[in-house]
């Protein structure tokens, strides 16, 4: 009956087995450790992946004109025009003659970043404000003009744009001006995450450069809501964190966190914790690969012990956190084995019994 007990379906080792393989040159050669207050600093919220948003954090200007941008020049001029169609006016008293009229010209900036007016030539524009385009507009009719002035706007925007794509209700490009948009403001002009912003990672892409966050871990105007710079790229990604619940538990199953952290006790009482009726409460394992410490290290496989039959166990599974990819196991109780044989051995005796007890 004993040796049977080896052959007996279970749901997974017991403590012993897994404290027995941790000894012996197991496959993965993973660490056995309890969970205590001197383990508990490795068991702390893990930090964000990859570069943090923060590293793209640059000033830089969203009002300068780009090749592509459609311009709209228009042209004030007294006494004798350049661009009006009739002539001037009679004077007026004070010396100044009224003005002949505006004049609307439209330009495209082009790929070596001049605009094209009549009589005027090629303009700079590229890298200038509207203002100082205006400017030059001007210096390039003295002479041509009596007191010409000049105001320049930008009618169609192809250079101070952004890019948000991805997760987002209503992805595409959006402009940027003089009020810097934050890395959070274009997600909501995009009509926010489809999903939890706890499941969301938001990535943001300068250049050859890139950076991300999970969405719930940037708050309105830190640090990690950096203001956009035109050529900018976002980027949301639905990327749910999950843990599996294994072993002696009601409800085997995996879960999602739905939260910016998740505890051990928390993830146990949402699988109804260690199974009353097969589980060994003193063994609650947290099976985890931790990351290397150097870029470029192996992870190795820890398993965290948690004796759930002493009341500090409590305390120290409040206070122990999840990370992605964590399993949860939840050893079966030493004496089922035992039990399950006696049942099989049960099963054969039992139409003896109630044979004798109908031919009695």
Sequence with gaps: MLAGCASVPDVGPTAGRIAADQRSRNATGFTLTDVSPA?????????????????????GHTDL?????????????????????????AGTAGGFSPSAGATALTATVDAEGYVSLPYLGRIAAAGRTPAQVARAVEGAMAGLSQRPQATVAVRANAHNVAFVSGDVRQPGRQELGLPRVRLLDAVARAGGPTAAPDDALVRLTRGARSAEARLSDVAAGDAQDVALLPG????LVNRPRTFLVLGASDKVSQQPFGAARVTLAEALARTAGPSERV?????????????????GGQPRPVAYR???????GYFLAQRAYLADRDLIYVAPARVNALGKVAAIVGQFFAPVAVARGVTR
């Design 65 to 89: 004109i780009g090749p592509g941008d459609v311009l709209a020049v228009d042209v004030y001029e007294v006494g004798v025009s350049l661009f009006a169609r009739s002539g001037a006016a």
């Design 279 to 295: 589980a060994d409460p003193a063994a609650v394992f947290l099976f985890r690969w931790v990351p290397p410490a150097v870029p």
């Design 306 to 312: 948690l004796n759930l039959k002493r009341a500090d």
């Design 39 to 59: 383990t508990l600093a490795e068991l702390v919220p893990p930090p964000p992946s990859g570069q943090p948003l923060t590293a793209l954090a640059a000033d």
């Design 232 to 235: 900018d790229r976002v980027e």
